[in-house]
C-alpha cells in the first residue's frame, strides 16, 4: 500500500511540475515552482524520505520489481 | 518511474533551455537535495513562541525552504556553467569565473602536499590566491599543473586541463599510495587548509 501510495504522490508531485512550469521560466521562479510542487501534498516528502530506507526493505522483491515498473 | 522522469526531463529542458539530459541531472540532483532539507523540518512542531529566541532563531536559521533555495540556486548554476564553461568564463573572466566552476561538482587537480587533490576545488575564490606557494614537488611534476596556473594567471579557461590534471593525478598516487602515505597526506591537507582558513580570517 505505502510503495503504491508512494507511486502515487510521484505522479502526483509531477503533474504539479507540468503545470507549474513553463517555457521561459527563469531559474528562480523555477525553484519556487519546484519547491511549490513538493510541498504541495505534506505525504510526498514524508514517504520519499522513507521510500529506500524503511519502506523497500519491508516489502518482498517481487512487489519491490512490480512498484518500480508503476509508473 | 523512468517514463515519468523522462518526460518531466524533456519538458524541464524546454522550459529551462537545457538538454533532456541535463534536465535528467537536474532533477535528480534537486530531489536529492529536497529529500536531504526536508529533515531539517522533520522535528516535532512547536509555536516559535513557545521557544526562546536563540533557538528559534536557530530553527529559523536551518529551515529546509531556504537551504533549498540557495543549495538549489547552487545546482542550477552549476549546471548552466557545466554546459556553457567557455562562454561564461569568456564573459566575465578572473577569479570570480574561476569560482563558478567548482559549482558543475567537478574536484579539481591541484596535488597538495602530494594528496588532497579534491581538497582544494576553485570552489573558493579567496583560497585561490593562496595556491602557488602550497603546490608540493608532486603537484608541481604533474605535466598539467603549470599550464594550469598560467591560465588562471590569465583568466582563461581551464576546467579541461583541470580533469586531465585530476586524473594524471590520480594514476600516479594509485600507483604509490600506500596507508602511511594515506595518513600523512590528510594531515598535511588539514594543516594546509587551516593555514589557507586562518589567511583569509586575517585579510
Redesign the interface.
Known amino acids: 500500500v505505502l510503495l503504491a501510495l508512494t ?1 502515487q504522490k ?2 502526483d508531485w ?1 503533474d504539479s ?2 503545470e507549474l ?5 527563469d ?2 521562479a ?3 515552482a ?2 511549490e510542487a ?1 510541498l504541495r501534498d505534506p505525504l510526498m ?1 514524508k514517504l ?2 522513507r521510500l529506500g530506507g524503511v519502506i523497500e526493505h519491508n516489502v518482498s522483491i517481487e512487489r519491490l520489481i512490480e512498484s ?1 515498473r ?2 | ?5 523522462e ?2 526531463s524533456a ?2 529542458g ?3 533551455r537545457l538538454t533532456p539530459e541535463i534536465s535528467m541531472t537536474l532533477v535528480l540532483s ?2 536529492a537535495l ?2 536531504g532539507v ?2 531539517l523540518d ?1 522535528g516535532p512542531k512547536i509555536d516559535p513562541a513557545h521557544l526562546p529566541d536563540d533557538v528559534r532563531q536557530m530553527m529559523e536559521a536551518f529551515a529546509g ?1 531556504d537551504i ?2 540557495a543549495a ?2 547552487f545546482i ?2 552549476g549546471i ?1 556553467q557545466g554546459g556553457r564553461p567557455q562562454e561564461s568564463l569568456g564573459r566575465s573572466g578572473g577569479w570570480p569565473s574561476c569560482r563558478w566552476i567548482a559549482f558543475g561538482g567537478l574536484p579539481s587537480g591541484f596535488d597538495l602536499a602530494g594528496f588532497g587533490a579534491v581538497i582544494l576545488g576553485a570552489n573558493d575564490e579567496s583560497k585561490l590566491h593562496h595556491v602557488d606557494g602550497h603546490l608540493s614537488d608532486v603537484a608541481m611534476s604533474n605535466p598539467f599543473t603549470a599550464t594550469i596556473l598560467e591560465h588562471i594567471e590569465q583568466a582563461t579557461p581551464w576546467l579541461a586541463l583541470c580533469r586531465r590534471q585530476y586524473m594524471w593525478w590520480f594514476a600516479d598516487f594509485e600507483a604509490r599510495a600506500d596507508s602511511d602515505t594515506l595518513r600523512s597526506g590528510l594531515r598535511a591537507a588539514d594543516q594546509l587548509w587551516r593555514e589557507f582558513d586562518d589567511a583569509d580570517n586575517s585579510r
Open positions: 507511486a510521484f505522479e509531477a511540475l507540468f512550469v513553463h517555457d521561459g521560466i531559474d528562480e523555477f525553484l519556487e519546484y519547491q513538493s516528502l520519499s524520505a518500480k508503476m509508473c | 518511474v523512468l517514463n515519468t522522469s518526460r518531466l519538458h524541464l524546454r522550459a529551462l534537486l530531489s529536497l529529500a526536508s529533515q522533520a525552504r533549498f533555495t538549489g540556486r542550477l548554476a548552466r
